[in-house]
């Protein structure tokens, strides 16, 4: 791969310990946060399973902090890092030379993943970009068949409203995303253990793609349905479906249209459903 050379801005870059060269900066628009606690990287790798025939994926390899690590601390067969900010994979590429990595200059949102089909297993570690979070969630699952497990870096804020099951957090994307994959929070982390800190703390969050997650009739339609129920968080089921096709409620018992979507598990909105599209 080639690299797109970079010109500093300013004569007062910080300049790398082993060549010398200024290093460029760190892009608050890319979300770039370095994380520099070696006990999380640590925590990461430990909490998934990786063996000498998996391909471990990471998205954003920054100043390749996490990169050496999962190199130096695990056998996989090949890591396979996708950067958009060509400055920075210009100096990991240069200075990373174990031949299992693969840097890829390329907006991970815009990857075609059935090509990565021929090397699975993956398994994902990851540092995400807080303003990115869900959709590289949603991509995941999309392709939730080429992988085994992961830990991402996320949003403390975030991770909460991931794994939540009723209340306040809880929302129409939890529900989904708990259907497909199984989570479990890790290390809760500080804004002192990047460069620069963030304004906010940070979590480790484990997934599992579920094998044995429940068909569902019609899901597009069904996921429209959930969403309808979370319109407004405060309003009964029976409120947010008044302006929806729903509105007649046919088939929804009387006892579900007065609670609000926070208190109903994904079991009672599949119930609800199947009474909908049975009526």
């Known amino acids: 791969m080639k690299y797109h050379h970079y010109t500093p801005k300013q004569a007062n870059h910080r300049l790398d310990p082993k060549t010398g060269k200024p290093l460029p900066y760190k892009k608050k628009s890319l979300g770039q946060h370095f994380l520099r606690k070696q006990s999380t990287v640590d925590n990461m790798i430990a909490a998934v399973t990786v063996t000498a025939d998996t391909t471990v994926l990471e998205i954003g390899c920054g100043d390749g902090f996490l990169t050496r690590s999962i190199l130096a601390k695990t056998p996989c067969k090949q890591l396979q890092c996708f950067e958009i900010d060509p400055e920075w994979a210009e100096i990991v590429g240069n200075e990373v030379t174990d031949p299992r990595l693969t840097l890829t200059l390329q907006n991970i949102l815009e990857v075609d993943f059935e090509l990565l089909r021929e090397r699975m297993p993956w398994v994902v570690l990851a540092n995400l970009p807080y303003q990115i979070t869900f959709p590289i969630m949603f991509l995941l699952q999309k392709n939730k068949h080429l992988f085994t497990e992961g830990v991402v870096m996320i949003q403390e804020e975030v991770a909460q409203k991931i794994v939540a099951k ?53 899901e597009e339609a069904f996921w429209k349905f959930v969403k309808f129920c979370f319109n407004s ?47």
């Open 166 to 218: 009723a209340g306040r957090t809880y929302n129409a994307t939890s529900v989904f995303l708990q259907h497909h994959f199984h989570f479990k929070l890790l290390e809760k982390i500080e804004p002192g253990a990047f460069t620069p800190p963030p304004k906010v703390h940070s979590r480790l969050l484990y997934f599992k793609p579920k094998t044995d997650a429940v068909a569902i009739p019609n």
């Open 233 to 279: 968080p405060r309003q009964t089921i029976k409120n947010n479906l008044k302006s929806t096709h729903y509105r007649q409620h046919s088939g929804i018992p009387e006892e579900i249209l007065g609670l609000r979507a926070q208190q109903m598990t994904f079991d009672d909105f599949i119930g609800v459903w199947h009474k909908l599209i049975t009526a």
